[in-house]
Nanobody
């Protein structure tokens, strides 16, 4: 079973920055090769549905972002460390949510149906 562990959440003032990390472990590299999967970040604000934030393909050369975070958030990955990051700049109160990391075994997955999820990390942006 793949395990994804998020970290880096916290409380920040509007305009500030945070960097989230997601460490992937569990299955052997042969069955869930970190270097060939697609990684995504999603978020869920209180009382709202979970929404897509960003995703990155296996090579890291094709990131995608929700319109609401374009130009402010950057997704990246270090396959050698089995880790994906979400750098969040110019944070706004509406970015407040639980942020989840997700993994898909396809190398260039463009959908939103990820099979493996982390437990989430809380990000709170004060005004």
């Amino acid at each position: 079973q793949v395990q994804l562990v998020e970290s880096g959440g916290g409380l920040v003032q509007a305009g500030g920055s945070l960097r989230l990390s997601c460490a992937v472990s569990g299955r052997t590299l042969r069955t869930y090769d970190m270097s060939t999967n697609t990684m995504g970040w999603f978020r869920q604000a209180q009382g709202k549905d979970r929404e897509f934030v960003a995703a990155i393909n296996w090579s890291g050369d094709t990131p995608s972002y929700a319109d609401s975070v374009k130009g402010r958030f950057t997704i990246s990955r270090e396959n050698g460390k089995n880790t994906v990051y979400l750098q969040m700049n110019s944070l706004r109160p509406e970015d407040t949510a639980v942020y989840y990391c997700a993994a898909h075994p396809s190398s260039n997955y463009a959908g939103r149906a990820y099979p493996d999820w982390g437990q989430g990390t809380q990000v709170t942006v004060s005004s």
